[in-house]
């Protein structure tokens, strides 16, 4: 804008005063000639009338005042308007000062807002150059690489990630910048620990900056892969209980038939029938292991103390220990009570002790321990992953330990699994951790393996506490108490080898037995004639054995039952519904079911039911 007091001529600019001067310049003139008339008019006209000469003055002075107010009015406006003009442009500085303020500010905001995200995000973030240099890192990501913030700025993230991680991320980068944007996975390696990591990436979110973002999906890959783990034993499991039904039905068939010859043979053919029944035996042994891996056996539990069970086969688990392992037990003093079948807590301890035995051929040290303890959110401390999935409170923990030569976590991801061995051919089943397995989990308790090469492995198993007290021993003698009998029972059984043996054996005691082959024609028969016992099958075609029962107890509420089958998977649901009913496995022998049926005969009170007999002779 240009100064009103000053003019430009010729594009050179005049002093300031000239500004001032030159616009009454007109009006001097007036002046001046006014004067210069009233001093020469009088002598050119020689002396003329003075009046004439005042008026030649007269004249041009209004129009000099005229020229100069005008002049001066003019100049006024033009330095109101140009205070105006510096008013607008201090008023439109002020404006633009203020929004670049305000810019700055929130500038300043988002970054701190950034910085806030950044560094207190729980994945672990990182800001890298063309270079793949971190220029900057949040917690979690030092976290994650295990180094202070220092320890990670201008260093290459391939430093901290696996070779072939590494190399995978070299060979796409170049990609990965062109196309800004990208996800995956790689494997971070640090303080000897390997995490996969699930990452995003955007280029350019600043110039000449990326950002990285990893998750550490670590432990979603374990439970994943530990949730297969768990289906696919639980597919196993389904297959041995239905193989192991049909298995128990040829098994009782061959048992009992070889017990009858066995009473009716002499010299080399009663070896044999004994090497029969024998290996009938360990078969029916077998299908117990795969029915207690499916968890689908029947317990007989009984609130007991650890410290008694461990007590009662320390002798015999020394005579399977070699002489160069040393066996120590370390019990608590005050165990809490357990629920748990006795029998087969025994098995887990002998199959674990077994198991340690092979893992020691130069001899070691073997430890079994028990302890009191209660599960909480920090039981565990830093392996808390381990046990995520133990429900919080009061446990009693067995522990087995060894100094054997240990397992890489590629064998103990499988060690659950049936038929999986590390043993040579013709060691062993590779069902021993599968029936532990599986009768802990049916127990209710939980199981936690801690191994590594060369520095042995540790089972611990925890079994919940109860509430009761521990249920008093009674040592009877089975085989003393007599079999024989002369009441009349009723068998259902839908296998025709397996009812022709039982009516056989059952007769053989001196019952009167009435036979059925499905459960419409045992109610024909029922409604006919009188019986004090029902045996039945529990798996039939049409009617099952518990609706047999049901529809004979709507008859008799004083009916006894007892139920064979040889899948064990409707044990539970038979005990609840009835549960002054026995529940009889397959395979049995002849003696056993004899003397499960006397027990039931004799029992007074149908509301406490005795124990079932072994299938064992």
């Known amino acids: 804008m240009t100064d009103p007091t000053s003019l430009d001529v010729s594009r050179r600019r005049l002093p300031s005063w000239t500004g001032t001067v030159l616009p009454y310049l007109p009006a001097l003139g007036c002046i001046a000639t006014a004067v210069l008339l009233h001093s020469v008019w009088p002598h050119a006209v020689g002396g003329g009338d003075r009046a004439l000469s005042v008026l030649l003055i007269l004249i041009p002075l209004p129009i000099a005042l005229y020229l100069a107010v005008r002049i001066w009015v003019r100049r006024v406006n033009d330095q109101m308007r140009y205070l105006a003009d510096i008013s607008d442009q201090a008023r439109r500085l002020q404006q633009l000062q203020s929004e670049q303020l305000q810019a700055e500010i929130a ?93 995003s990436f955007k280029a350019s979110v600043v110039p000449g900056r990326h950002l990285f973002i990893w998750r550490d999906v670590s432990e979603r890959k374990r439970l994943e892969a530990e949730l297969r783990q768990s289906q696919k034993l639980e597919t196993v499991g389904r297959l041995a209980g239905g193989v192991a039904h049909d298995f128990n039905n040829l098994l009782t068939v061959i048992l009992g038939n070889a017990g009858l010859a066995l009473e009716r043979s002499e010299g080399t ?16 042994n077998l299908t117990r292991q795969l029915l207690a891996f499916s968890r689908k056996q029947v317990l007989k539990t009984s609130v007991v103390n650890l410290n008694t069970v461990l007590s009662d086969i320390e002798k015999m688990l020394r005579r399977l220990l070699d002489e160069s392992i040393e066996l ?26 077994v198991n340690a035995r092979d893992a020691m051929p130069a001899g070691g040290r073997l430890v079994l321990e028990t302890a009191n303890v209660e599960i909480g959110p920090r039981t565990f401390g830093a392996h808390a992953s381990e046990s995520v999935d133990i429900a919080h409170g009061s446990y009693v923990r067995l522990t087995v330990s060894d100094t054997g030569v240990g397992m890489d976590d590629a064998t103990r991801s499988h060690i659950f699994e049936p038929f999986f061995t590390t043993k040579e051919q013709d060691k062993g089943t590779g069902l021993g951790l599968a029936t532990v397995y599986g009768i802990v989990r049916q127990s209710g308790g ?29 040592d009877r003698d089975d085989a003393m108490a007599p079999l024989r009998g002369a009441e009349t029972i009723l068998l259902v059984e839908d296998e025709e080898a397996v009812r022709t043996l039982a009516s056989h054996v059952l007769r053989r005691y001196g019952y009167t037995v009435l036979t059925a082959e499905c459960g419409e024609t045992a109610c024909q028969i029922a409604a006919d004639q009188h019986f004090d016992l029902l045996v039945t099958d529990v798996v039939m075609p049409r009617m099952n054995g518990k609706e047999l029962a049901v529809a004979l107890r709507a008859r008799s509420e004083q009916l006894k039952v007892v139920f064979i089958s040889g899948y064990t998977g409707e044990a539970v649901s038979l005990q609840t519904a009835m549960p002054d009913a026995v529940f009889l496995p397959k395979p049995f022998t002849s003696v056993g079911l004899a003397r499960t049926v006397r027990d039931l005969l004799d029992l007074e009170r149908p509301e406490r039911a005795p124990q079932p007999a072994s299938a064992g002779r």
């Open 446 to 474: 939980y199981l936690l393996v801690d191994s590594a090469p060369g520095r042995g492995s540790t089972f611990s198993i925890f079994f919940p506490r109860v509430e009761q007290t521990v249920a008093q021993r009674t």
């Open 107 to 199: 500038l300043h905001e988002r970054d701190r807002q950034f910085l806030a995200v950044f560094h207190s995000a729980l994945d672990a973030m990182l800001l890298v150059d063309d270079n793949r240099c971190m220029v900057d890192a949040n917690t979690a990501a030092c976290t994650l690489f295990g180094v202070s913030r220092d320890g990670v700025l201008l260093t290459p993230i391939d430093r901290f990630l696996t070779p072939a991680s590494s190399r995978e991320i070299a060979d796409q980068w170049q990609k990965i910048l062109s196309s800004g944007e990208d996800q995956g996975e790689l494997v971070v390696a640090a303080g000897g620990d390997e995490h996969v990591v699930e990452f």
């Open 269 to 284: 053919t009663k070896e044999a029938v004994i090497e029969i029944i024998g290996a009938a035996e360990r078969a029916g």
């Open 328 to 353: 120590h037990t370390v019990l608590d003093p005050s165990p809490w009570a357990v629920k748990v079948d006795t029998t087969q807590v025994e098995q887990v301890i002998v199959n674990l002790v």
